[in-house]
């Protein structure tokens, strides 16, 4: 099993944990509560198709920004507005990875939707929230494969400052 970042490794010991299909329901939907979509100092609507997630019921879109020590912020958007497991797994990946470098976050399995959500997902929910995590992983392995010179203008500033 290849290493992963602290955050993402004791989130899914939390869930390893959580027995109860419950329970584990009602941790999902606090983590879907907690999903921030993606600023528009990031982008807007209509999202581009190259953020697009494929096979992704919830329509779901990603970016990878990186900050200036060259660790990458995510940022999500979910058309869905029903799409509670794509947002639950969009707020784990943001709240557990985001800080990390384009590396870790490249080297991350995709099996951790299944430890995640365990048989409580159909097959096509399956594929989209594997394809969520996948795109995760191409966009990080895209920054280390070509690292940015320079943050992107919404990395280097919070919105607040730029008013």
């Known amino acids: 099993m290849s290493s992963l970042p602290s955050k993402l ?25 907690r999903f921030r979509e993606v600023p528009p100092e990031i982008a807007v609507r209509p999202f581009p ?45 943001d709240e557990t990875l985001s800080g990390s470098t384009p590396a870790e976050i490249a080297s991350i399995a995709t099996d951790i939707v299944g430890r995640i959500f365990r048989q409580n997902i159909s097959m096509g929910k399956g594929m989209g929230l594997t394809g969520i995590v996948e795109k995760v ?12 010179r320079e943050p992107a203008p919404a990395a280097r500033s919070s919105p607040a400052s730029t008013r």
């Open 49 to 93: 198709n190259s953020q697009r997630v494929e096979y992704c019921e919830s329509e779901a879109y990603v970016w990878a920004i990186p900050l200036r020590d060259g660790r990458i912020k995510l940022w999500f958007a979910i058309e869905n507005p029903s799409g509670v497991s794509a947002k639950a797994l969009s707020a784990i990946l």
């Open 137 to 148: 992983r191409t966009l990080a392995r895209r920054h280390v494969a070509e690292p940015s």
């Open 9 to 33: 490794q004791s989130l899914l010991e939390t869930f390893d944990s959580v027995t109860d299909a419950e329970e584990r329901a009602m941790l999902l939907v606090s983590y879907a509560d």
